[in-house]
Nanobody, 115 residues
C-alpha cells in the first residue's frame, strides 16, 4: 500500500508562486510514473506534470514554462513548483503514483489563484 500526502496549497494572487509537496510512504526511487493532476469545479481531472520515467517528464500545454516537477528520492518526495499562477490554475491538486500497475492518489490540496 502506498500513501501519498500533499501539502503546500493555499490562496495566492495572480502572478504569484506556490510549491506543492507530495510525501510518499514508500521509497520512490523505483517509481517511474509519479506526478500531479488537478481537478477544477465542474471539470475532469487532468494531468498537470509528471515523471514518465526516472528522468523524463510530461507537462500539460497550459503549464509549460510556468510549472516544474521535481523529485527527491532520498526524501521520497515529489514537488511541483508553480510560478506565474493564473486564476485558471485554481483547482484541487492531486499527487499520483503508479506502482506495480496500480494507481495511488493523495487526498488533494486546494490551490486558489485570485485575480
Amino acid at each position: 500500500q502506498v500513501q501519498l500526502v500533499e501539502s503546500g496549497g493555499g490562496l495566492v494572487q495572480a502572478g504569484g508562486s506556490l510549491r506543492l509537496s507530495c510525501a510518499a510512504s514508500v521509497s520512490i526511487s523505483s517509481i517511474n510514473f509519479m506526478g500531479w493532476y488537478r481537478q477544477a469545479p465542474g471539470k475532469q481531472r487532468e494531468l498537470v506534470a509528471a515523471f514518465i520515467s526516472s528522468r523524463s517528464t510530461n507537462y500539460a500545454e497550459s503549464v509549460k514554462g510556468r510549472f516544474t516537477v521535481s523529485r527527491d528520492n532520498a526524501d521520497n518526495t515529489v514537488y511541483l513548483q508553480m510560478n506565474s499562477l493564473k486564476p485558471e490554475d485554481t483547482a484541487v491538486y492531486y499527487c499520483h503514483a503508479r506502482v506495480n500497475f496500480r494507481s495511488y492518489w493523495g487526498q488533494g490540496t486546494q490551490v486558489t489563484v485570485s485575480s
